[in-house]
Each structure stands twice: as C-alpha cells, then as structure tokens.
C-alpha cells in the first residue's frame, strides 16, 4: 500500500512539475512587439514576433496600429503578401500579413516582421493588438491586458528611451538628403552632418536589434533551466518511491 501511494505521489509531482514547464514554454511564446521602449516623436523600427503554438502552421497575422503612432514603411517579407486598411484621411489603421506560398509559419517556428512607425510626441503607451489566424480558421487574439492568457505587447513611449531611440535610417537618409541639396553640393558640414545622422540611427536599430534578442536568449536560458530542474526533481521522486517501496516489501 505504501509502495502505491509512493508511486501516486511520484506521478501526481512528475504532472504538475510538466505542467509547470508547459506554462513556462507558452508564457514565452506570445505574439510580441519590440522594442519595449522607445522615444516621443522618433521614427522607430519595430518588429512583431510571431510563434507558432498549435500543431497548425500560422497563415495570417493582423496587426492594429494604435492611434497615437502612424505607420509609414514595413519591410517585404518573402512568401507573405502585405495589406494595409486605412481611414479616410490615408492613415494606415492596419496591417495584414499573409501566406502566399508554401504553408506559413509551421509549429514549432517563427517569422518576424518589422516596420517603421513615428511614435507620438507625447509620453504615453503604445497597445500592439494582434490577430493570429491558423490554417484550420481559428484565430488567436492578442488583445488582453498584460497577466492575461492572450496580452498584447505594450510599447512605454517615454524621454527615458531618448538615449536608446533614434530616427528610422531611411527616413533619416531622406531627410539628410534635403538638406543638403538646400545647403549646396559645396557644403562639406552639411554633408558630414548627414553622414554622422545616418551613423547614429544604424547604432540605435542595432542596439535595439541586440536588446531584443538578448531578452529571447534569457527567456529560452530560463525555459531550459526550468526543463531541467523539472527532470531532475522527477527522477528523484521516482527513486525515493522505488526505494521506499523495496523496504517495505
């Protein structure tokens, strides 16, 4: 009798701990936005995140922009077809990815997706709601607030961020170009200031290219540690139950 609930014991333990590992695995598969942070009135670069977490290849993914930012560019990506739906005055309210070839993005991958939008002036938070749609018709919303099943990422626009945030670099290009052409070909400072703008907005995109992936790196140290530590801990209340069984018999 003992030995059976020994084992009763071991089993119950060995459920919870792989449920507990589940919830970890899903909490860190979430349709994100990045960065986290970013300046008042910078043209920043975001890029959406986008897991798979069925046994189903994702084959559509909409993205609402909020009313405080204006989407401007978003990068091609090959296979997805882009669609935007404005409003009457031409602003993009949002934007659609979807498959056009092959099956998507298949279980157990991602796809990301970036585009340039201009934050607001003002300090305040930026709602990335999200609509991810499976081959079999079911879509997943990315709606909720953040500590809910289905969260969507939240952007902090805030002077913090000014260090981190710059102009997009093609924007700034543009920009840079115009002024030149006013100052004259024969204004070398015009010029120089040009390229150092372009320089300091490559640094910002990669430092928040490096920010980005630094987080996913911890998330899946931390997924594996937790993988571990539930093996472990199981194995051992196997053995204890074995071992408490063979002394009672």
């Known amino acids: 009798m003992a030995f059976k609930k020994s084992l009763r014991f071991a089993s119950i333990l060995s459920t919870a701990l792989t449920g507990a590992l589940l919830f970890a695995g899903i909490a860190s598969a979430h349709v994100t936005v990045k960065p986290a942070e970013s300046a008042p009135d910078a043209w920043e670069t975001y890029t959406m995140k986008v897991p798979t977490e069925k046994d189903l290849p994702t084959v559509k993914v909409a993205l609402k922009v ?48 970036s585009f340039v939008a201009k934050n607001p002036a003002n300090e305040s938070d930026l709602a990335w709601d999200a609509f991810q749609y499976y081959s079999d ?71 928040t290219t490096a920010a980005s992936g630094s987080s996913n790196n911890v998330m899946q140290t931390v997924t594996l540690i937790i993988t571990i530590v539930a093996l472990i801990v199981s194995l051992a209340a196997l053995w204890f139950a074995v071992q408490n069984g063979r002394r009672k018999t």
Do not use: C, M, R
């Open 137 to 207: 018709g079911t879509v997943v919303e990315w709606t909720g607030e953040e500590g809910g099943d289905n969260p969507h990422s939240i952007t902090k626009i805030t002077s913090a961020a000014a260090g981190a945030a710059s102009a997009d670099a093609g924007h700034g290009h543009d920009a840079a170009a115009g002024d030149s052409g006013n100052a004259g070909s024969g204004d070398t400072n015009a010029g120089t200031a040009a390229s150092g703008d372009n320089a300091s907005a490559k640094a910002g995109a990669d430092s």
């Open 66 to 113: 909020p009313e405080q930012a204006e989407l401007e560019q978003y990068q091609p990506v090959p296979g997805w077809k882009t669609t935007t739906d404005k409003d009457d005055s031409g602003k993009i309210k949002t934007i659609t990815w979807e498959a056009d070839a092959g099956s998507g993005i298949e279980p157990g991958q991602f796809q990301q997706f």
